[in-house]
């Protein structure tokens, strides 16, 4: 199965208004950008935003919260070594599709295993 969508890097007005907190993602932010591009900067609550858009129309956005830099000061995280994600969206589908896009097998009860990717 393959999960279209495009990003803010893509499409300059992804309309996230109306999204709220559905889910999580726990994976590097290397991965993430891997799989996303580039974040948008974050704001006060945030140090790195992702907004997505499916080819289905659905809309979701990753994010960290109230845990770096920009809210915690020198006690932050570096953004670089955040691994716990907000996923934010309409449907809670968009949080099963980040998921499995950076890797992670549902295992029922919003429980997640990392995949191993065989190289070849």
Known sequence: MKIKFTTHNEE???DVCGTHLIGGVICSYDKLVEVFGE???????TDAEWY????????ATIYNWKNGKNYCGD????VEEITTWHIGGIKQVVD???NLLVGN????????????VAEG
Do not use: C, M
Request: charged share 30%; proline share 5%; no cysteine.
């Open 12 to 14: 300059a007005q992804i």
């Open 39 to 45: 974040p948008l900067e974050g704001d006060y609550k």
């Open 52 to 59: 997505l858009k499916f080819s289905d129309g659905e809309i």
């Open 75 to 78: 006690d932050g995280i570096d």
């Open 96 to 98: 099963t599709k980040i």
């Open 105 to 116: 097998i549902p295992l029922g009860d919003k429980k997640w295993i990392q995949a191993q």
